[in-house]
């Protein structure tokens, strides 16, 4: 019974930021047992990774898309993961999900939130 709570997307133009928040709570539930992350998922396409995060030392992966455009960042005291998003392009538009990441970049938890959209203009 894990819940994530996916907030700050909206609508930016080309070139612009976005931060993006996830929430986790639960009543057995540590960060510190996960890598946590981010996945996104467009219109007509598969569900894909984003980046992620070792929740004990903070070391951190990327997809290639990223080209050091995003920075991932956890705060642990409030059990809450961040995505910064720079340099947003039209492509990046999709639904961004949190979840626990595995070692081969797959999601965890079954079960996803709400996730928070994100849409970049021309």
């Known amino acids: 019974q894990v819940q994530l709570v996916e907030s700050g997307g909206g609508l930016v133009q080309a070139g612009g930021s976005l931060r993006l928040s996830c929430a986790a709570s639960?009543?057995?539930?540590?960060?510190?047992?996960?890598?946590m992350g981010w996945f996104r998922q467009a219109p007509g396409k598969e569900r894909e990774f984003v980046a992620r995060i070792n929740w004990s030392g903070g070391s951190t992966l990327y997809a290639d898309f990223v080209k050091g455009r995003f920075t991932i960042s956890r705060d642990i005291a409030k059990n809450t993961v961040y995505l910064q998003m720079n340099s947003l392009q039209p492509e990046d538009t999709a639904v961004y999900y949190c979840?626990?990441?595995?070692?081969?970049?797959?999601?965890?938890?079954?079960?996803w939130g709400q996730g928070t959209q994100v849409t970049v203009s021309s």
């Open positions: 979840n626990a990441v595995g070692a081969v970049r797959q999601p965890v938890f079954g079960s």
């Open positions: 639960g009543r057995t539930f540590s960060f510190s047992s996960y890598a």
